[in-house]
């Protein structure tokens, strides 16, 4: 039932559009000259956070190699690994 009440709102809107809400519109914007940079600044930390993340990653990773990663954990493999035991037999 609500489905079908939806549906024809939505179709009774669709269809009779009402003129006198669209001419009143844009006096909700108040659009002014400082509405530029409210939309800049909004949109700024979705530009530079990323940015930001890109170049601290870098930097955290830059030295690294694949070679220097394998140094310094070595890898277990299951004949290695005795139960019970926390080391390696070498």
Known sequence: MRRLITSLLFTGLAILPITSFAADSYRWLHVTIDT??????????????????????????????????KKTQPAKSNSEVVPGQNETID
């Open 36 to 69: 530029p940079w409210m939309i800049f600044l909004f949109l700024l930390p979705m530009v530079l956070i990323p940015a930001i993340l890109m170049a601290i990653l870098y930097w955290k990773f830059a030295g690294r190699t694949p070679e220097t990663e």
